[in-house]
Every structure is written in structure tokens, then in C-alpha cells.
T-cell receptor, first 113, second 108 residues
Framework: ETGVTQTPRHLVMGMTNKKSLKCEQHLGHNAMYWYKQSAKKPLELMFVYSLEERVENNSVPSRFSPECPNSSHLFLHLHTLQPEDSALYLC????????????FGEGSWLTVV | GIQVEQSPPDLILQEGANSTLRCNFSDSVNNLQWFHQNPWGQLINLFYIPSGTKQNGRLSATTVATERYSLLYISSSQTTDSGVYFCAVGGTGNQFYFGTGTSLTVIP
């Protein structure tokens, strides 16, 4: 039980498909994050939400569209992706205060064909 | 943002050996965490250690905040210790900065 759950764990989609990744945190945290990790590369921050408001959009292409309907749920909507978008997408949450810790979900492995 | 450097980038150990992983950061931080990323991609929290020393079984960590570095010690390594170890530091608010990781392979 990680406290942060992601679905699906694996996703294969075509370049013309529309799909969504879902993240749910059970820790009562106020901040949620999407990170991208390509093969053998460090984590890249994509989006940060604090109390359901987007506070960071790290120059992510518009084919990635986040949604945070409440402080427990975070989605990443995917459309017209490219093969180079194939990666591990990690959701995380934190209490949202200085000196806090960050907790990750198990990740969603995405393959774009 | 805060720059985080980890060393070494790659490490191969014989089972039973000890190792030290290092994390240097460029500015004062509010927190520091060590993670282990397993082969399935999940990032497991190892330590929350903004300063001082902590131990958990065969693993221990020390952070010297005034000198802006942290060390992760792995003793009597096992094959299950293989994976990538990340250091992450927290700035103000919700910002976290990650190092590029140390890839550890423990061979039997």
C-alpha cells in the first residue's frame, strides 16, 4: 500500500488515440505532481497542483492535458502523442508545506505506437 | 532551481560488499529524501533526512546540511538492492529537485 495509486499500470496507444492516466492519493495531501521518466534518464517534472490549482507547468506540450478535480485525484489526458512520448509516468503527492516529503505511485508505463 | 548532483552514476558490486552513494546540492534545503527505484519503476522512500544520521537495517544515511551533501550507505549488499537510487531535495513550497541517480547493480 503506497498511499498513491496509479492506473493503468501499462498502456499501449496509437498516435491518434485519446487516453487518460489516473492517480489517486489516500494520504490527505494538498499537492500532486506528474513526472515523466524516459529510459535511462532522470525524472522530469511536468505539472504541479496545489489545492487543485495548477502552480507549475514545466513547458509541457499541449498534447498532455492535466486535470485535478479535487485534492485526492489527478488525471493526465493524452491525445495525439508521439512515439518519443513513450515513458514511465509517475504521479506523486506531498503535504504541500515547506520541509515536507514526496510520495510516489507505482507509475504508468506508456508505449505510443 | 537547486542543482543536485549524485555520484557515482553507475556502481557494480559483488554481493556482500559495502558502498557509499553521494548527493551534493547547491543551496540550502528544507528537506532531503533518498529513494530506491526498483526494476518495475516504483520509487520507494528510503529516508527523509534534512540533517543528521538515520539507520534502517543495512541502510543508513547522513546529511551535513551546512556543507550541502548527503551520503547513503549500503552495507552487506544484496541482489535485491539493485536499482537506481535518487536523492531529492526540497526548496520552498512544493518544489522538489531530483538528482540524476546512481544505478547500482549487485552481482551474486
Amino acid at each position: 500500500e503506497t498511499g498513491v495509486t496509479q492506473t493503468p499500470r501499462h498502456l499501449v496507444m496509437g498516435m491518434t488515440n485519446k487516453k487518460s492516466l489516473k492517480c489517486e492519493q489516500h494520504l490527505g495531501h494538498n499537492a500532486m505532481y506528474w513526472y515523466k521518466q524516459s529510459a535511462k534518464k532522470p525524472l522530469e517534472l511536468m505539472f504541479v497542483y496545489s489545492l487543485e490549482e495548477r502552480v507549475e507547468n514545466n513547458s509541457v506540450p499541449s498534447r498532455f492535458s492535466p486535470e485535478c478535480p479535487n485534492s485526492s485525484h489527478l488525471f493526465l489526458h493524452l491525445h495525439t502523442l508521439q512515439p518519443e512520448d513513450s515513458a514511465l509516468y509517475l504521479c506523486a503527492s506531498s503535504p504541500g508545506t515547506a520541509g515536507n516529503t514526496i510520495y510516489f505511485g507505482e507509475g504508468s508505463w506508456l508505449t505510443v505506437v | 532551481g537547486i542543482q543536485v548532483e549524485q555520484s557515482p552514476p553507475d556502481l557494480i558490486l559483488q554481493e556482500g560488499a559495502n558502498s557509499t552513494l553521494r548527493c551534493n546540492f547547491s543551496d540550502s534545503v528544507n528537506n532531503l529524501q533518498w529513494f530506491h527505484q526498483n526494476p518495475w519503476g516504483q520509487l520507494i522512500n528510503l529516508f527523509y533526512i534534512p540533517s543528521g544520521t538515520k539507520q534502517n537495517g543495512r541502510l543508513s544515511a547522513t546529511t551535513v546540511a551546512t556543507e550541502r551533501y548527503s551520503l547513503l550507505y549500503i552495507s552487506s549488499s544484496q541482489t535485491t538492492d539493485s536499482g537506481v537510487y535518487f536523492c531529492a531535495v526540497g526548496g520552498t513550497g512544493n518544489q522538489f529537485y531530483f538528482g540524476t541517480g546512481t544505478s547500482l547493480t549487485v552481482i551474486p
